[in-house]
């Protein structure tokens, strides 16, 4: 079982920057692909950004050149650095790690970007 933390969510004006972080305990042999998703009410949850176990990354179209992946293996911990926020970028972020049969979830942690 993975367990995962997740936090660096906050409230920040348009235009800020917030770091997210997610840390990992537990078995993650197995963990292939690991990523940020994003859902705000009345949407589903939405893929932001992904990392694999090597260096490829993924950034959705909405966020690419703002938002940017990265892991610390060693530390077993995933971030998210958000730049130039926008009030659309607002909701519940969770980081979801994958293996080729499940996903685990963190409890998530809130993001507002008020205008």
């Known amino acids: 079982q993975v367990q995962l933390v997740e936090s660096g969510g906050g409230l920040v004006q348009a235009g800020g920057s917030l770091r997210l972080s997610c840390a990992a305990s537990g078995s993650i042999l197995g963990i292939n692909v690991m990523g940020w998703y994003r859902q705000s009410p009345g949407k589903e949850r939405e893929l932001v950004a992904s990392?694999?176990?090597?260096?490829?990354?993924y950034h959705a179209a909405s966020v690419k050149g703002r938002f940017t992946i990265s892991s610390d293996n060693a530390k077993n911990t995933l971030l998210l650095q958000m730049n130039s926020l926008k009030p659309e970028d607002s909701g519940m972020y969770y980081c979801?790690?994958?293996?080729?049969?499940?996903?685990?979830w963190g409890q998530g942690t809130q993001v507002t970007v008020s205008s």
């Open positions: 979801g790690w994958s293996s080729r049969d499940y996903t685990h």
């Open positions: 990392i694999g176990r090597g260096t490829d990354t």
